[in-house]
């Protein structure tokens, strides 16, 4: 196997090329590219001088920080797998994640030095744990902590040997709205592939500045322009959180160019009061993810002359998927767009398998070499995720004459209603439509006559008022009939994911004599 797309090549070739440039500019603190390829250098020879192999894991928890992007390179450099873990997660939930990555060391930052404690405390056996950074763990590497299973888990080869092109990265565990949350393994080939496919249509070159705002513990905190901002040259801005006013004031102070985020971020930057004068001369190009765009809030940015493309992925492909360029989203919105660059996809029947041809509606399958190695140490559900070769999305989506696709809802969502199948994506488009309405979700829930109907959680938008009479008045002239929940609760807030994506499996329906 070739060592050709191994990511550790990466601050080198650049601190050859452009080795004064800033490559991370974080919270002010800037880090040249001669610099984070020194410091990566050296942390990697330290980590392999203290008997860490290919494949041992390394886990975080941190905020978004340049000691980070050390320490992904260096692990890049080491053949290494850096295990970025939330933040966000209570400690139960972030031990669980420890027990699966089984990591050899872990790195916690000052900030989440309570969380990672009390997660740690709940584990069967201790690990080795010490700080990122020069004043951490580039300055004194413990012994790494591993059990005995781990012997079965690591590449075969010798610990120390030169990094492969198909050795793991990235451990990044998915956001579990689809369920139990699980690791991927994202190898340096999957990630050159992913960044090589971007670079094909989200074009960055050494003059861009990159605002990133998505947390690195989602794979779009590296995958999704971080990463090929420094195969090419250009700065990174990291950001730890996403507040409206710093984003727009940090957008003209460090003249940045593009950035990522979902619907919601650019949803608070557009409400914001300061947006309508905020100097945006810079931002030449927006990246969208995670749902499509409503029509009004990408004319509010077209406003602006702020180009977007919209897209959809997710953490198993590495992310990117489908691509839809600005050029054409004025003409197609609510579309997801077509493959990216050496990505190639199908429609499946949902219940055979059969791959359809044409305009279809069926799950979405993915090939291709950004496509991950499998869930770590989880073979059978590596294999579930499988069919032919092709990775199975769980997304059901639609295909039109011209081979654009729409992604419709989740599969394991859509609920059956007297037989007609209900998307309760489309339940909650219409049901936003409703001017009292600032949120919606909708799940289906048993009914003795019907099987299933809706159930929808309702937020409602401040100073207005409605009802559950009202809200299915005004589903009635919107939708079918079978459509229309037959419930409807209004609620303070929604239940949402690490990436802000509803989880609507954390929705609590009522007992029914409770609702009516």
């Known amino acids: 196997m070739s060592d050709l797309h191994t990511l550790g090549r990466w601050p080198r070739d650049r601190a050859l090329a452009t080795p004064d440039r800033?490559?991370?500019?974080?919270?002010?603190?800037?880090?040249?590219?001669?610099?984070?390829?020194?410091?990566?250098?050296?942390?990697?020879?330290?980590?392999l001088d203290a008997g860490y192999g290919v494949g041992d894991r390394i886990a975080t928890v941190t905020g978004n920080s340049s000691d980070q992007v050390v320490l992904f390179f260096a692990c890049a450099k080491a053949g290494l797998v850096l295990a970025p873990l939330s933040w966000r997660l209570s400690p139960h939930e972030l031990a669980a994640q420890l027990d699966q990555a089984d990591p050899a060391l872990v790195l916690v930052e000052e900030e989440c030095g309570t969380l990672a404690d009390a997660a740690l405390e709940r584990l069967p056996l201790p690990l080795s744990r010490t700080a990122l950074g020069p004043h951490g763990v580039e300055a004194r590497v413990p012994a790494p902590t591993r059990r005995r299973a781990d012997l079965d888990a690591r590449p075969a080869g010798?610990?120390?040997?030169?990094?492969?092109?198909?050795?793991?990265?990235?451990?990044?565990f998915t956001s579990g709205t689809g369920g139990t949350s699980r690791g991927a393994l994202l190898t340096h080939a999957n990630c050159f592939w992913n960044n090589l496919s971007l670079s094909r249509t989200v074009e960055l070159t050494s003059t861009d500045v990159v605002l990133s705002v998505l947390p690195q513990f989602h794979v779009g905190g590296w995958n999704i322009q971080p990463l090929l901002a420094w195969w090419t040259g250009a700065t990174v801005v990291l950001e730890r959180t996403f507040e409206p006013e710093r984003v727009l004031r940090l957008v003209a102070d460090r003249r940045v160019t593009t950035m990522?985020?979902?619907?919601?971020?650019?949803?608070?930057?557009?409400?914001?009061?300061?947006?309508?004068?905020?100097?945006?001369?810079?931002?030449?190009?927006?990246v969208v993810g995670g749902a499509p765009m409503p029509e009004p809030l990408l004319r509010a940015w077209h406003r602006r002359g702020v180009a977007l493309t919209q897209g959809y992925?997710?953490?198993?492909?590495?992310?990117?998927?489908?691509?839809?360029?600005?050029?054409?989203?004025?003409?197609?919105?609510?579309?997801?767009?077509?493959?990216?660059?050496?990505?190639?996809?199908?429609?499946?029947?949902?219940?055979?398998?059969?791959?359809?041809?044409?305009?279809?509606?069926?799950e979405l399958l993915v090939r291709g070499p950004s496509v991950f190695a499998g869930y770590f140490r989880e073979p059978e559900a590596t294999a579930a995720s499988f069919a032919g070769g092709w990775l199975r999305t769980g997304d059901l989506v639609e295909r039109d004459a011209d081979g654009y696709y729409r992604v419709v809802d989740r599969l394991k969502d859509v609920f059956i209603t007297g037989g007609e199948n209900v998307t309760p994506a489309e339940v909650e488009a219409a049901l936003r439509r409703h001017p009292a309405v600032a949120d919606?979700?909708?799940?289906?829930?048993?009914?003795?006559?019907?099987?299933?109907?809706?159930?929808?959680?309702?937020?409602?938008?401040?100073?207005?008022?409605?009802?559950?009479?009202?809200?299915?008045?005004?589903?009635?002239?919107?939708l079918a009939g079978f459509k229309v929940?037959?419930?409807?609760?209004?609620?303070?807030?929604?239940?949402?994911?690490?990436?802000?994506?509803?989880v609507r499996s954390a929705l609590h329906v009522r007992p029914a004599e409770e609702a009516r």
Do not use: I
């Not at 929940?485 to 509803?502: A, Q, T």
């Open 485 to 502: 929940p037959r419930h409807f609760d209004l609620v303070p807030d929604l239940p949402r994911s690490s990436l802000n994506k509803v």
């Open 158 to 172: 010798p610990p120390h040997r030169m990094v492969r092109d198909d050795d793991p990265l990235l451990l990044v």
């Open 313 to 362: 992925g997710l953490t198993e492909a590495g992310p990117n998927v489908l691509c839809l360029p600005d050029d054409v989203a004025r003409d197609r919105l609510g579309s997801a767009g077509v493959p990216y660059p050496h990505v190639e996809v199908a429609v499946a029947d949902p219940v055979t398998g059969e791959h359809l041809a044409g305009p279809a509606t069926g």
């Open 22 to 47: 800033v490559a991370v500019d974080d919270r002010g603190v800037t880090l040249t590219y001669r610099a984070l390829d020194a410091r990566a250098t050296a942390l990697a020879a330290r980590l």
């Open 440 to 478: 919606a979700a909708v799940v289906g829930v048993p009914d003795d006559r019907w099987g299933e109907v809706g159930h929808a959680f309702v937020v409602p938008r401040g100073g207005q008022l409605t009802d559950a009479e009202d809200l299915e008045a005004f589903c009635r002239r919107e």
């Open 260 to 286: 990522m985020g979902v619907p919601t971020n650019y949803l608070l930057l557009a409400e914001h009061p300061g947006f309508a004068a905020a100097d945006l001369t810079s931002l030449r190009h927006a």
